[in-house]
Nanobody, 117 residues
Framework: QVQLVESGGGLVQAGESLELSCAGS??????MGWYRQPPGKSRELVATIGRDAVTNYADSVKGRFTISRDNARNTVYLHMSSLIPEYTAVYYCNAHSLINFKIVDLWGQGIQVTVSS
């Protein structure tokens, strides 16, 4: 059964780095990505990556975040550098999976990232 589980969040100081991981339990993943929901705001795109490694980043994180994936392990990563308090949010993993010839949009439960000043 396909599911996504995030890990690697926590509390960090401004200027430090952090890497999030999201492991899928199944196979056949297409595009994968990360979204976040800051306090009091709607969920927003952070970055996406296709199976062919084509990436897309929100303007606010370009040059600071790097998304990557390991297709053999069905895992997507988000390396975050130069963290600032404004990046505090719940981060969600997203993936598309083909299950029985049907595309399924999957979401992780979310993981907290808090950046202190």
């Amino acid at each position: 059964q396909v599911q996504l589980v995030e890990s690697g969040g926590g509390l960090v100081q401004a200027g430090e780095s952090l890497e999030l991981s999201c492991a899928g339990s199944g196979s056949g993943f297409g595009p994968m990505g990360w979204y976040r929901q800051p306090p009091g705001k709607s969920r927003e795109l952070v970055a996406t990556i296709g199976r062919d490694a084509v990436t897309n980043y929100a303007d606010s994180v370009k040059g600071r975040f790097t998304i990557s994936r390991d297709n053999a392990r069905n895992t997507v990563y988000l390396h975050m550098s130069s963290l600032i308090p404004e990046y505090t949010a719940v981060y969600y993993c997203n993936a598309h999976s083909l299950i029985n010839f049907k595309i399924v949009d999957l979401w992780g439960q979310g993981i907290q990232v808090t950046v202190s000043s």
